[in-house]
């Protein structure tokens, strides 16, 4: 990066009582220049990965594998779509779009708590007391986010919710976190550039003096963030967030909820180059008076916030490279409670993934009658997330060194799922 | 033999002696005594007071009382220290030198009371050349009137977190009345109410969860969210794991793999939860949310069957399985749903309080408050499948504990003033593995460095702002505060009541630290603030960037610092106030202030 000479007495002077610039100097000086926009559709083409996260354990029988008939079957109908399968009668507009992505049947998975099975889903590893595994968003940005230096915003953004983190990768790979209106907080700090620079360069004097005392990881951990925030500030990029700016009819068609909101702005945000985005729906907890919610709540958000997402990425020729998955902690019980409600189920549920070149329109795997059971090869996290890496040409032989210099490899080992790519 | 037990409760010239048991009703002394008489002399005089003469030994001869300004527990402290170093040498690490007073003295501040020492009170600390000056400030910051309330806060905040969340009362839906909740807290803490007294009341807590209700309890807003949804499987799991330590949640939908915990002991410990009930009552004005938590006759969930009310639960096969109230240790209760005949939150309180998880689980949970890691990670699992790092250590203090009146501030004194609190971050070659974030189990060879949790760096930066936020009143003062978190903080909206936190060592964090409204009032150079009352202080210009470095870190400047803060003023044209503005938002941004360390 080509950085202008120092200018301004006061910098000068400044410089010449310390010894060595730093690279966040470096940084602090791009907010002087005239900021050189990178064109906003950078990210174009490049490989990225959008997770469609349903906090609370969505019900996939009732939305993905129906068992119309059966007493666990609850009283959806399911339709025909445009892809080879049948789906929920609510959700009409996705069913238009299922040739763009395909259902995994045949999910079968151990955890039913819910930080258990959100850490699981999100990492492709169950809890261990003795190391913390880095999340989907986390993984993708170190293998993604590393090989685009001119990506000056965060590489792993997090959208209505926190998603989960980057454990051993360490903080410069934690998930941005912003709602679905994309406001970023405190972004102004409202002095002269020159004097940042200032600022910035004693700061990482006492920063470096700090770390240098041997007091473990995380001091110099937050260095690195320091010095990712600056970029932040520093970059045209953040426009990307400014999703208000979309025309009104593009608004429209994704949806005036957060979840639409959050869809658009995954799509801006990929566009400019982000490798990971993860959009956040709540609310699948349905222990209670499931079909009600579903039917007036959940599936009219869903299926206008997801398929206007995959119309567009595919209208914009984003969908051969950006991965889409839909997934939440686990599935819910094919037998309905005393509450017209359904309990946590792990055993068997479906997900959902396309795009970046898996094989889109299909159901990939089977449960049986009730949806009780999967029939024959079942798929677990780490399956999935091995094929989404495959998909996004990310070498499943790379192996990590966790801090203890535990090696670990990408996805845990997991095996492509057969069908999907 | 008359059986008797009698507390003492003192402040700097003053104690109270209670004496229970006594036939035929409690005595109570309160006296007056010079501060620098010791609380040994006390024994005898008590003897005398109550005028048996026949009375127990046990009066003179509790040691918790006497203990806490003479030598702060010094045989617990001991023990701590011996069974510490017995890990050390059986791993063949050196520990870490001691930390700096000016470290110690604020990482003691920071974890007692929830901010940074003032320069006033870290100098006050440095400068003391007596032997006992840890203890002093140990037992000041505990049981001086002083300190008081800024206990109880962080107490109270520490608390609020684990009981109902940083979200609970503030999310469409919450009968939780934070304030309500906060209100017992603070009563709490500032009385120090034993441990077990305080979980009893949470536990079986029946009233209205707003202040200014004539029933008003606040203790019910733990549950108050908890009872009735799902089958009160929110107040299961989170009674199990904050008293107990044990996560049974993972056996609510069968039996867990990596647990040994019965799918059966989950719903036999949800059915002391089946009577419970809570009302909600909607906003109302001037008290907020207001609901009210009850007990009812449960006629199991047959629905007529009161003698014996009983649970059903689903086993994996499928085939439905009954449950009736046992506590985790096997313990039966009468199955009665009849309020009157049995009360099962009552019961389970009581049983709650006699397990030895109760006590092991607190002093776990204090341990990893003050060393940043417990004896098991996480903290609040205890479950079999979870090996302590330091078992005959937790055991010890686990009945220290207990034996000592369940008195949290004892606990807490003996943690900060043993050997391995007492550490430098600093690691050597000996010690670097020994690093949890590297996956090790911890040694505490030396002190982990730690992030201030949100709320300590939010009162830290209030102490560096004094002045902005004088006159408000307390809730007034909570209100901002949580305003000012709730943009770091998400709730899952699960049944389980999981949140997260963007806060630590993110880049919002950052953001906030660079050019949030707190941020810029501190290093405001307006009439009145902090730099302004600096620089138009008598004190010498050396003194006056001395005094940020103090006031930030706890510590004087090292030349090296003096120096960058004279290039910031030259850098500002000489003007020596734009520079120190500029010095100090460096020093709030260092990770020396954002640790605690």
Known sequence: ?421 | MIAVKVEVRTGPRWAIILGTNLTPKPSVFCMFYPSNVSLKFLGPLVLLLLGGGALSPAIAGRPDSENRTDNAGAQQVAQIDKMIVEVWEAYQIVPSKLATDSEWCRRVFLDIIGRIPTSDEATAFVVDNSNDKKQKLVATLLHDDLYTEEFARNWTTVWTNLLIGRSGGTTNGSMVNRAGMQKFLRDSFARNKPYDQFVHQLISATGTTAPGDENFNGATNFLIDKVNNEKASRATAATSKLFLGLQVQCTQCHNHPFNDWKQQKYWEMNAFFRQSRAVGRGMQAGMGNVATLTDQDFAGENGNNFAEAEVYYEMRNGLVAVAYPVFVDGTEIDRSGYVKQTNRRQQLADLTIKSPYFSKSIVNRMWAHFLGYGFTSPADDLGPHNIPTHPALLNYLGQEFRSHDHDLRQLMSWIVLSKPYGLSSRQNKSNVEDDPLLGESPKFSHFYLRQMRAEQLYESLIVATRGAQQNQSYEEQERIKNNWLQQFTTAFGTDEGGESTSFNGTIPQVLMMFNGDMMKAATSTAEGSFIDQIVNSNMSRTRKIGSLFWKGLGRKPKRAELALAQSLINANGGDFAEGLRDMWWVILNTNEFIFIH
């Open chain 1, 1 to 421: 990066m080509n950085h202008s000479p120092p200018r301004g007495m006061n910098r000068r002077h400044f410089m010449s009582h310390l010894a060595g610039a730093s690279a966040m100097v470096g940084t602090a000086l791009a907010l002087g220049q005239t900021l050189r926009a990178n064109a906003a559709t950078m990210g174009k083409n490049q490989k990225a990965a959008i997770l469609l996260w349903m906090g609370g354990g969505p019900s996939s029988i009732d939305l993905w594998d129906m068992k119309p008939g059966a007493n666990t079957g609850g009283p959806f109908r399911p339709i025909a779509t445009n892809g080879d399968v049948q789906i929920c009668e609510h959700l009409p507009m996705m069913a238009q779009n299922m040739d763009k992505v395909s259902i995994v049947r045949s999910m079968s998975t151990r955890e039913a708590d819910h930080m258990r099975g959100r850490y699981y889903m999100h990492t492709g590893y169950v809890p261990n007391p003795n190391v913390v595994h880095p999340s989907y968003g986390s993984v993708i940005a170190h293998q993604l986010g590393a090989q685009r230096p001119e990506l000056k915003i965060p590489s792993f953004i997090s959208v209505g919710g926190e998603s989960e983190g980057p454990g051993f990768l360490g903080m410069a790979y934690s998930p941005f976190s912003v709602n679905s209106n994309g406001r970023v907080r405190n972004l102004n700090l409202g002095i002269a550039p020159d004097r940042i620079t200032n600022r910035m360069q004693a700061l990482k004097m006492m920063e470096s003096d700090f770390i240098n005392q041997r007091r473990g990881i995380a001091a110099a951990e937050h260095a690195k963030v320091l010095g990712k925030t600056l970029d932040l500030m520093s970059s045209r990029q953040m426009e990307a967030f400014r999703v208000e700016k979309e025309p009104t009819g593009v608004k429209e068609r994704y949806g005036n909820t957060n979840f639409g909101r959050g869809c658009l702005l995954a799509r801006r945000l990929v566009e400019a180059g982000v490798p990971f985005v993860e959009v956040n729906l709540g609310g699948w907890d349905n222990h209670q008076n499931i079909f009600n919610t579903l039917e007036n709540n959940k599936l009219p958000e869903l299926d206008r916030g997801m398929s206007a997402l995959l119309e567009d990425l595919a209208q914009r020729g984003m969908l051969d490279s950006t991965a889409v998955m839909w997934m939440g902690e686990f599935g819910r019980t094919p037998n309905i409670n005393g509450n017209t409600g359904r309990d946590h189920w792990a055993r068997s549920w479906s997900v959902l993934a396309g795009g970046a070149g898996m094989k889109p329109g299909n159901a990939i795997g089977k449960t049986n009658e009730d949806g009780s059971r999967v029939e024959g090869q079942s798929y677990s996290s780490e399956d999935l997330m091995a094929t989404v890496c495959k998909s996004l040409d990310i070498d499943l032989e790379t192996t990590f060194t966790s801090a203890s210099g535990r090696p670990m490899k990408i996805a845990n080992s997991g095996k492509l799922i057969e069908g999907l790519i």
